[in-house]
């Protein structure tokens, strides 16, 4: 696109700049370039045309040029012609331009001229001019043209942006270019959601930039703006305007979480991640995928979900924090457990954000962290009794049970400061496997040794070892110690404890009796007898009382037998500590004695190490403290050293209990540490780890303990102490064991820290120090022991409210809680009793990880309609508790109860018509309109609307199916039921649903209520015959006797009845029989009559248009035995047929029977015509099954006879044997006539007669009275025509009669034919214009050009000598071929009763032409059936007729005049004319001349023989043949086509007309009044015009031609009688009557009483109508305008009708009202006694002649 400024115009004034619009493509996809003048003439300059041959540009342009200034651009001619061009030239015309060049320059071919063009501009304004050249093959100008530099911009029309998401961003760029040559400024406008950038800038003269487009949508919308440019010279008056049209699509983004392994793990709508149980210390990676279905790109960000427990560090790490999803793409991102304390189950929830939604997508993380779980092979290990200085090992297994790595400690000094030792001290134990331990006993003493070690185990409770051994010496010997002894002591402590008693009663109550055999037995059977001591002895096998527990506190110590302070010496460490003296070399310890007994303390004295004990034994008195020495004392300097002090205690005289207990000795422990590095000596720099530095208590206010690893990472031993210094108070409030201690290279020490977190203690923790090397060298532990309170969000805000709800229903609604603190929880609802029955809540309880949250669905259930406010309360407490302090929280829950109801949108579902055994499926719109949800069972009630029909609900199953029989529809909703309509029979159904409101455990709540009614109507497929003609040897026939040679009254009453079950065995076309016979499955079977007709005569054709009168599609076959057979191959077949099967054989191969089509579809509304023939080959009668299948309907057995006669036979076709008279009422004075018809089927006329014997002895039977009698007894029947025998039925009384009438027929068969009459007591409206035979046809058969608008003519019943008219139209429905069409009545006296006019014309393409029908009924009572015949000729044919007709005439003409002589023996060659057809010669006998298709090869050879000798011609019939083709037959005319018109009517007598149709009498015109009866008239005037028939003969006829020629004359030559015919010539003619002579109302009088021999038709009924005669001269006066205005009626409505056939008028439009302009009242006056005078004086002229 081009924008630009043009310069001000130099003819007119500046005018205001407005936005270009037009644009033209330039090079670039998705450029467009808008053109202006300027642009165009720029680019026209530079280019190359071609003109006369030569080359040159089409114009010259001037940009740059200022005033007061000479521009001169060349102009070149190039001459490319191979001749010598020679121009004139016509320089410019105005004075701006100039050239100097002589007037004519010549070019030779392939030169070039150049001429100098100078312009000199006056003012600034555009210039235009031109220079003409002139040759001689004609002229051209070059146009010249000065032109205002101005500003132009080349933009794209439009620029698509991609697709956006909502709230997300795309963009793109298009070019704007400077197409100008000045500098141009420019400025953007543009409305949300587009932003372009830059805004404004400056493009100097053919710069480009790129300009971007941001397109931000909020809305998911699709946008079309238009952004406008302006631009021009300066910023602040811009002169032009451009518009870019910006496109974007937004739609809405959405992201999908998806686990890649499961798709079933979703909770709450939330997508859930199961670490399982993760070992501490190890990792656990899971995926997901994040999958982004819409068709944007959409930018997401993953973050936790706020408001939960304060984490410290999060132990869930995802990969992807934030990234983008492109259309139909899967991101996956790597989420990574790694747990940090043992025994925890850690929740969180990660939210999917991402901008353009309504929701966010939540993701929940869980995960089970477990720890090493560390067991024992023994827990005890028993060294025996060894000797003083000797030495034992012995092995057990630390086995690790778990999937965690276990690291584990010792609590005891392997470097000789005891007499038990472990190796290894410190080590891992794999996950799921075990290591051997060697325990070492080296007792130094004779004394019984016994000590509990404690195994530290990271993450995990210490196990314990206890080690007992005994040491004898030569001197003393004391009780060996066993295990069975720790046990009974463990028994022993714990019950003192429970309650104080001495050692003897607790022997006593035990009644233990210890004694070296049978210690064992005796422990077993005390655990047998108490089972509470059994769980003590196991609860107390992990803590020995006897040993000082190195997790047990100071202030504990008092509650153990012997206990020592400080347990923990420091030598040369500079801290500030209340427990030792760093300073000093020696420091004492104090062992203080809690028994009642003596002890003995005796101190593990190892060599060789530099801390001593002083002294190493003494005895201690009861309750007595001492005190010992411990120095220290290194051997070498600058090292660090470690140690753990041992002291046993045992009772120096035994427990004052005798022998009934073995106390154990007790081990008490001092841990030293101590370093021998001089002053100005740096210490080892410590390389360790600390794992975690992070210690997190339970928010409990309970003991609990947490273990750390101080890892020694160097080569060089370790030492590290605690420093309380940092923060005293709270130092102080941890316990940690070992707070000292030394680590060798590559070694690691446990710490067990035990605390009882407070409320008081920093939230986020507080540090404790570690000194390392006795130096400055530190490592911080953070700990945080604080107490929380059990913290639980509800949802809501506490308040939880349901919409209205049905009364006795049940709504749910689901609600959060949300742990809030670190404390995992359970909790509990708890619902007062009163208002259980209206709320509960699933699940009622459960478990509450930190930071997880739990969904409860809450239901509730109204009773009443009123609104119920409940406040259930949440009961909650810490798991580890036992639930005595518990917290408890109160929801308000708010619901109302209503009452609720639905309806059908349609109250009546009217369905149609459906197939029977087929279904449809229907939607019936269910409305719920009330304020709450309803839920809802229905119902469905069969009903059969047909009286006629028997309904049984038990054992017929419901034509309707509901696909949801129950359901819930919303507020204010709607629902789509969905049912299936299946009936099963033919009917009319009704179902009536009804619905049923169901309560909250899904029972009925209400009783049925009506919803819908539901109709429909099942119908099997079903076709009717609307129409039927005929053709070939049955084109004559009348189409009444056509309707009962088919049985189509009976046929269409078969189709619409209901098909049988055995009808629908196969309810579509199957080969389903092996035989040619075929199978029958209906009991219907109907008589397809083909008539008959001559041999060798041209086949019978009938027509019949079938109807789809329903509403389903129906498929139809004519099924032949030959279409039922299943083929099977060759061998299969027999090869023996029986007679039925030969003849069907035959009839098939030789097509006797076809039908065409054979199959066919039927649409509803739809016609289809099919055509059935009957050949006529064979002599004789035929007869063929024919199954007339409706797919999913009827089936019926048509037998399709016909007959074919031999020439030389006479043959009366007989439609029925059986014919039905029109009902005559009793009494009728003067009984109806009515006809039967007898058609001739052969070539030879037939006389027939009417055994008259059998109607005299009826007549006998019944008093003498005339039932039957027949006019006609005998005539004859002419070969293809059809006689009317005329009847009387004359009924005495009231019942059915039947006569059998023989028919002789003169040398032919008789046939007796059953005459069936009733008689009735009132009489009964004619029925014979009601039945299908009067059905219009809508749509021509194939081949017919013209057709009728009626085929039948009803009159219905009307009085005798009454005139009635209808109206027929003849349409050609051809647009290219013109017919001529001919009305014949083959009776001579339908002539008196029927007129058409016109009886014949000429029809052009796709004209309608009107017919006018007038019936004259007689004046005798009669039933009417007469056939009319039109016929139909093709104009074209009649063409080619005439000219053959007139060649033919004029070679006869020429063979009439001219001859030629010629040698008699050559043979003339002269072609014959014939007139006529030669008369037929005799049959031969036997078989016919003309060759058949033969039959197939189903007999002997000795047939073909036969068939061979027949197909001989003898001589005479091949000169004959040879005569033939020389001969030139007299054209024939064309044979027409023809139609039928049936009419009917029935004429009733006046009296009796009056008496039953009083109503109906003044409409029919009757002729009665006009008749005279004069017989003597009459006979005169027969006799008159039988004498003026007479032709004059002789010289009687000269005189009458003398007379009258010499008459004449001298009237001509008469002047004044010429100028009176002039005179009369100019008067007005006033109107006559024509006279006719023609009687108004054909008589058929027969006598008062009927008797046989009467005839009431024929040609002598006009001699004998004299009451009926007479002429208009006898009429009076006033009857004249009466007729005459009857006659200009009639002729106006046909007139009228015409122009609406001819669409000229439409009689269905609303009538038009014109208003005309206002006249003066003299005017109006005035006009009006004009028109009445004028009036009056022609009315005065027209009576006058009549008078």
Known sequence: MLAEIRGPDRLTSA???????????????????????????????????????????????????DLKGEFTKPLVLKNIHIKLQKLHIRPPVSKFFSTLIPQIIVLSPGTSFSMPVTFRPLQRCEYEDSIEFHGKEGSFQVCLRAIIPCHALELPDSVMLPLCAVQHSSRTTFPLKNASKLQTCFQWESAAPFQLSPEQGLLKPGQERHITVVFR??????????????????????????????????????????????????????????????????????????????????????????????????????????????????LRASVTYSPAVVETVAVEYLSLKYKGTLSEGLLKLTGNCIGPTVSLSSSVVDFGCLEEGGSVVQTVKLVNSSPAEAFFTWDIDCNGNSVFSILPASGTVPPYSHTTLKTVYRPTQSIVHHRKVACLILHRDPVFLNLIGTCHSEFQ?????KPEHLVLYNLHWYRRQQSPGTL????????????????????????????????????????????????????????????????????????????????????????????????????????????????????????????????????????????????????????????????????????????????????????????????????????????????????????????????????????????????????????????????????????????????????????????????????GGGSLYFHPTAV??????????????????????????????????????????????????????????????????????????????????????????????????????????????????????????????????????????????????????SGLHLDCEEGTIATYSTMQLRSTVRPCRRAQYLWLISYQTLNAIGFVSSP???????????????????????????????????????????????LLCSPCSAELTFRTLTRHRLSRCPSIFTETMLDFNFGSAPINSEPSHF???????????????????????????????????????????????????????????????QKRAVRFSYSHHFAGTDRFPVVFKLSYGRELLLNFQGVTVERDRPYLHFASSRHVFTPVTIGDRSAPRQVYELYNGGEMPVRYEVDTAVLSQLQVDNFNHPVLCCLSPEGDVPPGETSILEWIFSPLEAKLYQMDVPIHIQDGESRVVTFEGCGLNTPTPSSNCSDSKAAVPRVPFPGQVLFLSENRVCIGDIPVCSKSSRILFLTNVSFTDTVHYKWDMFQQDNQQVVQIHPERGRVCPGECVLCVLTFTSTDYPSVYQIHLVCQVTQEAALVQYHDALQRWEEEKKRQQEKFIITDRNVPGSQTVLIDQEPLVAPARKGPPLRKYKTLPPICSSRCETVSMICAKLTKAERRAQRETENVWRRPSPPRPALLHLGV????????????????????????????????????????????????????????????????????????????????????????????????????????????????????????????????????????????????????????????????????????????????????????????????????????????
């Not at 070992?279 to 068709?295: C, H, M, R, T, V």
């Not at 259930?861 to 639930?883: S, V």
């Not at 039927?1028 to 009453?1053: I, M």
């Open 15 to 65: 005018a205001p700049l407005q936005p270009s619009a037009a644009g033209k493509a330039i090079k670039g996809p998705g450029i467009h370039q808008r053109q202006s003048d300027g642009n165009y003439h720029r680019q026209a300059s530079d280019q190359i045309s071609c003109f006369l041959g030569l080359e040159t540009r089409p114009e010259l342009v001037w940009e740059d040029w």
């Open 217 to 330: 949508p909020q809305e998911a919308l699709v946008y079309q703006q238009q952004a406008y440019c302006r631009f021009g010279e300066d910023v602040d008056m811009f002169e032009s305007c451009c518009a870019v049209h910006l496109q974007a699509i937004a739609k809405y983004p959405y992201l999908q979480l998806r686990n890649p392994n499961s798709n079933k793990e979703e909770e709450n709508g939330a997508l859930v991640l199961h670490f399982g149980s993760v070992a501490i210390g190890q990792s656990l990676e899971k995926q997901f995928d994040i999958f982004n279905p819409s068709p944007v790109t959409v930018y997401f960000s993953l973050s936790r979900v706020s408001g939960g427990v304060p984490m410290f560090e999060s132990e869930f790490s995802c990969d992807i924090i934030r990234g983008k999803v492109p259309p139909g793409r899967s």
């Open 477 to 481: 010997r004391p009780a060996i110690l």
């Open 504 to 795: 003897s009663a607790l022997a006593q109550d035990c009644n233990i009796h210890l004694d070296q055999q049978g210690e064992d037995s005796q422990a077993e059977e005390q655990s047998n007898q108490r089972p509470d001591n059994a769980v003590v002895v196991k609860k107390f096998d992990q803590t020995f009382p006897g040993c000082m527990d190195p997790l047990s506190s100071s202030a504990s110590s008092s509650s153990l037998p012997v206990s020592v302070v400080p347990s923990e010496l420091l030598f040369n460490h500079k801290m500030t500590s209340s427990l030792s003296t760093s300073s000093a070399f020696s420091q004492s310890v104090s062992i203080t004695n809690h028994t009642r007994g003596k002890l003995s303390l005796l101190w593990t004295v190892a060599k060789e190490s530099p801390f001593s004990v002083s002294p190493s034994s003494c005895d201690l008195a009861p309750l007595k403290s001492t005190s010992f020495r411990v120095t220290y004392d290194p051997k070498q300097l600058n090292t660090l050293h470690g140690a753990q002090l041992e002291c046993f205690a045992l009772y120096k005289d035994g427990p004052d209990v005798g022998e009934l207990l073995l106390c154990p000795p007790w081990c008490v422990t001092v841990r030293v540490i101590g370093h021998s590095f001089q002053l100005g000596k740096e210490h080892f720099i410590p390389c360790c780890t600390l794992k975690s530095p992070l210690v997190v208590f339970p928010a409990l206010s309970v003991m609990s303990y947490r273990t750390v690893l101080l890892q020694n990472d160097g080569d060089l031993p370790l030492t590290f102490c605690l420093d309380h210094s940092s923060n005293p108070s709270l130092a102080e409030s941890v316990f940690v064991v070992p707070s000292c201690g030394s680590i060798q290279p590559g070694d690691h020490q446990i710490l067990t820290l035990r605390t009882t977190p407070t409320e008081d203690s920093p939230k986020q923790g507080f540090n404790l120090c570690l000194q390392l090397n006795a130096a400055k060298h530190m490592k911080e532990l953070t700990v945080v022991s604080v107490v929380e309170k059990p913290c639980v969000s509800l949802e």
């Open 808 to 957: 006795a229903s049940q709504t749910q609604r689901t609600h959060h809680i949300k742990n809030l603190s670190r404390l995992p929880i359970r909790f509990q609802w708890s619902v007062p009793g009163s208002e259980q029955k209206l709320i509960c809540v699933q699940p009622d309880a459960g478990e509450l990880h930190p930071n997880e949250s739990s969904v409860q669905t809450w239901s509730f259930t109204p009773l009443a309609e009123e609104t119920y406010t409940l406040k259930p309360t949440l009961t909650f407490w810490p798991i580890r508790t036992d639930g005595s302090n518990r917290s408890h929280l109160t929801l308000t829950v708010v619901g109302t109860g209503s009452k609720g109801s639905i309806e059908a949108e349609k109250a009546v579902l009217d369905v149609g018509e459906i197939q029977v055994g087929s279904s449809e499926s229907i939607e019936v719109l269910l409305v719920n309109k009330s304020p709450c949800p309803v839920s809802f069972c229905l119902s469905v009630q069969q009903k059969l609307l047909d009286d006629e029909l028997d309904y049984n609900p038990e054992t017929e199953r």
């Open 1008 to 1054: 049925p209520q009506a919803l819908c009614e539901v109709r429909a109507k099942g119908v099997f497929p079903t076709l009717q015959v609307m129409d039927a003609c005929s053709s070939g040897s049955v084109g004559k026939l009348s189409r009444l006797l056509l309707w009962n040679l088919f049985s189509l009254d009976s046929l269409n009453e078969h």
């Open 1103 to 1165: 027509t019949l248009m079938f109807h789809n009168p329903g509403s389903i599609k129906v498929d139809w076959a004519f099924v032949f035995p030959e279409d039922q057979q299943i083929e099977v191959e060759y061998w299969a077949v027999t090869g023996e047929f029986s007679s039925t099967e030969l003849y069907q054989m035959k009839v098939q191969d030789n097509q006797l029977f076809s039908v065409s089509p054979r199959s066919g579809s039927l649409l509803p509304g």
């Open 1544 to 1747: 009917t009517a029935h004429s009733h007598g006046h009296q009796e007309y009056l008496i039953h149709s009083p109503d109906q009498f003044h409409k029919h015109h009757s002729l009665q009044s006009l008749q005279t009866q004069q017989p003597e008239a009459t006979s005169s005037r027969t006799s008159l015009r039988a004498g003026l028939s007479t032709s004059t003969r002789g010289p009687e006829r000269d005189v009458h031609v003398l007379l009258l020629t010499s008459l004449l004359r001298n009237i001509l030559d008469d002047s004044a009688f010429v100028e009176s015919l002039i005179t009369l010539a100019s008067k007005h003619t006033t109107y006559r009557p024509k006279e006719t002579s023609s009687s108004p109302c054909p008589s058929s009088s027969p006598p008062p009483t009927p008797r046989p021999q009467v005839l009431l038709s024929g040609t002598g009924d006009r001699e004998e109508t004299a009451g009926c005669s007479g002429t208009w001269s006898a009429l009076r006066p006033e009857r004249v305008p009466a007729d005459m205005s009857e006659d200009i009626l009639l002729n106006t409505l046909q007139n009228l009708m015409m122009e609406a056939v001819r669409e000229e008028l439409i009689l269905t439009a609303h009538p038009r009202t014109i208003i005309l302009p206002p006249v003066s009242t003299s005017r109006r006056i005035s006009k009006v006694t004009a028109e009445e005078t004028k009036e009056a004086e022609n009315l005065s002229l027209s009576i006058q002649p009549s008078s």
